[in-house]
Nanobody, 133 residues
Framework: EVPLVEESGGGSVQAGGSLRLSCAASQDTVSTHCMGWFRQAPGKEREAVATMNTDGSTNYASAMKGRFTISKDNAKKILNLQMDSLKPEDTAKYYC??????????????????????????WGQGTQVTVFS
């Protein structure tokens, strides 16, 4: 079964403000897959924001580390992104995605979880975040 994800929570905020994005995922996707947030501004390539593995470990893009926090709730099947101290350059469409690459470690098949977009294959439609001065 192909994982399905859907983002929500985007909007327009003043610089310095905060937003909390949520991603609802199908079945047990959140608990069994690497999950990530990515963003894409007009005219630019999609870039990673943060990712989270099944064990709760995280990866943050340097530009977002310290301002953004990725979290998940396995029981509620949601992935969240808390965004604080927003800047105009954070304006972009934000996407939730589930990883589809795996590796064999310690006799177990575990998700490959990095900041590489190629590690992800199940994408949502995106939610727009606009930060104004």
């Amino acid at each position: 079964e192909v994982p399905l994800v859907e983002e929500s929570g985007g909007g327009s905020v003043q610089a310095g403000g905060s937003l909390r994005l949520s991603c609802a995922a199908s079945q047990d996707t959140v608990s069994t897959h690497c999950m990530g947030w990515f963003r894409q501004a007009p005219g630019k390539e999609r870039e990673a924001v943060a990712t989270m593995n099944t064990d709760g470990s995280t990866n943050y893009a340097s530009a977002m580390k310290g301002r953004f926090t990725i979290s998940k709730d396995n029981a509620k099947k949601i992935l969240n992104l808390q965004m604080d101290s927003l800047k105009p350059e954070d304006t972009a469409k934000y996407y939730c995605a589930a990883g589809l690459r795996w590796q064999y470690i310690g006799g177990r098949v575990v998700p490959i979880c990095s900041l590489a977009t190629d590690d992800f294959g199940a994408w949502g439609q995106g939610t727009q975040v606009t930060v104004f001065s």
